[in-house]
């Protein structure tokens, strides 16, 4: 008759833990069946004949960092062992993502999508090179984040005897489904032209929730014990089958989450959808999203591969996994804000864009639009990163006609403006030179915010009366 089993464990951390132990429990010949659990911390196994010896299970598992004791007192007695010297990789990892951050903003302050402009007549090549600038930008802090909150969990569905390029999968599949899906839905948008608008409502609120699922991976990967419970995983009668060399390991779901990201968008995205629209070709808005989607890659790629690299390497594991924690709690944070800020509620503005001024916009002796043929004038140039005039001070009650002319260099700032409290979004045009015209009459004083729909390009118009 079997029996069972209890052991404690340290190290176990996600769903994709439990699998990977329950699979390697299972290789071993008299053990039957295994029940991994990280709430509890505690494995409980099955088995016949002899009891499982600790000492051969901690061999075994000596590379994926975890640890089986008998009891919980010992368990305990080494958790705070450890925490004891948890300082040293905690504050390096702090360090690591803050210098990564910043340069990060440092790229996206300088307005890097200036460099190469797109636009309705753009070749491919352009749109590709586009992608690789969207890559250093907003799409890193999003999908980068996205990638790098899950690299863990995903190179827990493999054994340490495979190699890194085998650990490079998940992530080469993740980005063929965001290529391929790209392609598809860039093909759908041509196909319906300007009948089809992104809704910019729903794809706030998806930004704050993938926000918020980010900011629970980061606690979970700084190691915060009561986030584990709260964890982003499927039944784990799926995750196995998932995770089943047999069945591609890892690939499904990646290549899911791939594929979801168009619906994800960052302002060089939405860029590149708003031209897609202007195409009305199914061909050609095929390969412009598709040329973009496949210049995100490298940088994306290389963010799987440094992970996977890091995590290989068992001095490294701990102080990447604490890097990464950190810096995805900031992307996901920097992200939320923004897009909170899209609302009218953004908790800071030290992330915001409002590199933008007054000059050019011509005023009355009370600070007030000039009145031009009975209606209000409002005059704005739409660069990457700033608006050249980023506050507007109106009467209510007359009209406004409100002309945004684009610079041709897309970025956060162009693609899309969303006036809050005011009227929807309304969708620019992406050529040089070209003016957007936008009417319509405030009744209500107050000051209402516009932004990109990330919520890092920001202004105001103040409405009195």
């Known amino acids: 008759m079997n029996k069972e089993h209890t052991y404690y464990v340290k190290g176990m951390h996600c769903a994709s833990c439990e699998v990977l132990i329950e699979k390697k429990l299972l290789k071993i010949p008299n053990i039957k069946s295994v029940d991994a659990s990280t709430v509890n911390n505690q494995v409980t196994v099955e088995y016949e004949n002899e009891k499982p010896n600790i000492e051969h299970l901690n061999k075994v598992f000596k590379k994926d960092n975890y640890t089986f004791f008998e009891n919980e007192h010992k368990s305990k007695q080494e958790s705070q062992a450890q925490k004891n010297n948890i300082a040293n990789p905690t504050l390096f990892g702090f360090c690591i993502s803050v210098t990564i951050f910043a340069l990060f903003l440092l790229l996206d302050r300088m ?224 992200t939320l804000n923004n897009q909170m800020n899209v609302f009218g509620f953004g908790f800071s503005d030290v992330f915001t864009f409002n590199a933008g001024n007054e000059q050019g916009q011509n005023k009355d002796i009370n600070g007030l639009a000039p009145i031009v043929d009975g209606k209000q004038l409002l005059q704005m140039t739409v660069f990457a990163a700033s608006y050249s005039t980023n506050y507007f001070k109106v009467r209510a009650g007359v009209p406004v006609r409100w002309e945004m002319t684009s610079s041709g260099s897309p970025g956060c700032g162009s693609g899309v403006l969303v006036a809050n409290g005011l009227f929807g979004p309304v969708y620019l045009s992406p050529d040089k030179g070209a003016v957007t015209v936008k009417e319509f009459t405030p009744q209500n004083p107050g000051k209402y915010k516009f932004s990109c729909p990330m919520g890092m390009v920001r202004g105001s118009i103040e409405v009195v009366n």
């Open 111 to 334: 307005g890097i999508a200036s460099i190469l402009n797109v636009n309705s007549s753009s070749s491919i090549f352009a749109f590709f090179g586009f992608g690789l600038l969207a890559g250093l930008s907003s799409c890193a802090a999003l999908v980068g984040g996205i990638v790098l909150s899950m690299s863990k969990q995903w190179s827990r569905l493999y054994d340490d005897n495979q190699g890194n390029y085998k650990k490079l999968e998940p992530h080469v599949m993740f980005n063929v489904g965001r290529v391929l899906s790209y392609t598809l839905l860039g093909g759908v948008l041509g196909l319906l032209g300007s009948q089809l608008k992104i809704s910019i409502g729903f794809t706030s609120f998806l930004v704050i929730a993938v926000s918020l699922l980010m900011i629970g991976f980061g606690l979970q990967m700084l190691g915060i014990r009561s986030f584990r419970k709260f964890q982003f995983a499927l039944p784990k009668s799926i995750t196995r089958k998932i995770a089943d060399e047999n069945k591609f390991q890892g690939k499904y779901m990646p290549f899911v989450m791939g594929a979801l990201t168009f619906f994800l968008p960052c302002g060089f995205t939405l860029t590149a959808q708003g031209i897609a629209l202007l195409s009305s070709s199914p061909v050609q808005g095929a390969l412009i999203m598709g040329a973009f989607a496949l210049g995100t890659a490298p940088m994306l790629l290389f963010i799987g591969y440094s992970s996977v690299k890091s995590l290989s390497k068992q001095h490294l594991a701990e102080k990447f996994s604490k890097a990464a924690g950190f810096l995805v709690m900031f992307f996901a944070l920097f």
